[in-house]
């Protein structure tokens, strides 16, 4: 790991040059040093000091930069699956940006990316940085945000209820609360459907009616529309 971050460190300098066309070599270089690295070489630590050099580089201001770090994360997650943990509450805030670029490719590799995370990271240890961004990030990213959560939410409840109550119930009914957009309040939907199925109907109208009665009733009326 300290071998790793000593071979890496050239690299990390090239990742915040403003040339972007050093930058963009730099991240090339840096898929090929975690390419060729040998397993176990990314101790916490060397994940921290790559992470904190690749993340900024997500939402570049070259978007060619951006989209070319989004795919070299794309290549990294599945060998480092839960050793990323530590830098989560980074790393899902950047990929959310990512969804909600307005441009094409940066947006296409942004969920790509979260894709690949998902797939390669323990449900549990996603939910509540998913959650989080759903209730403060970017608009753009959250019907897509929201869509990522059923899948985590079904995931997850079996065996980490707790999670499900304390991150993601929040997130939905903030979401059915504020937001207006049809996109929005149609991913929504499907979650707070997901969280019927999983909680009873009961249940999720109790933890809506503890935020207050207004959100209880805008639930029941939610709900019951959706099965008519």
């Known amino acids: ?3 790793l971050q000593e ?3 050239p690299v990390f300098l090239m990742l915040q040059s403003s040339d972007w066309k050093e930058r963009s070599d730099g991240i090339a270089q840096l898929q ?3 390419e060729a690295a040998a397993p176990g070489s990314f101790t916490e630590a060397a994940v921290m000091a790559t ?3 690749l993340v900024p580089r997500l939402g570049d201001g070259n978007s060619k930069v951006s989209v070319q770090a989004l795919n070299t994360l794309s290549a990294m997650l599945p060998s480092l699956g839960d050793d990323v943990a530590p830098v989560l509450s980074t790393l899902v805030p950047a990929l959310a940006g990512g969804i909600g670029s307005t441009n094409d ?4 590799a942004a969920v790509d990316a979260s894709d690949r995370l998902l797939e390669s990271v323990s449900a549990p240890l996603l939910v509540p940085h998913m959650s989080h961004c759903v209730s403060h990030g970017v608009l753009r990213a959250k019907p897509v945000l929201l869509h990522k959560l059923v899948g985590l939410t079904e995931a997850v409840h079996p065996t980490r209820p707790q999670l499900v109550t304390k991150h993601v119930l929040p ?3 903030t979401t059915l609360m504020n937001e207006s957009r049809g996109e929005v309040r149609a991913a929504n939907l499907k979650l707070l459907t997901a969280l019927s199925n999983c909680l009873g109907r009961d249940e999720l109208l109790g933890h809506a009616g503890a935020v207050s009665a207004a959100a209880a009733g805008k639930v029941e009326d939610t709900l019951f529309s959706f099965s008519s």
Do not use: I, N, W
């Not at 490719?105 to 296409?108: A, N, T």
């Open 1 to 3: 790991g300290g071998h």
């Open 7 to 9: 071979v890496m460190a």
């Open 32 to 34: 090929s040093l975690a």
């Open 51 to 53: 992470f904190d050099a």
């Open 105 to 108: 490719k940066v947006r296409l």
């Open 171 to 173: 997130a939905a009914l």
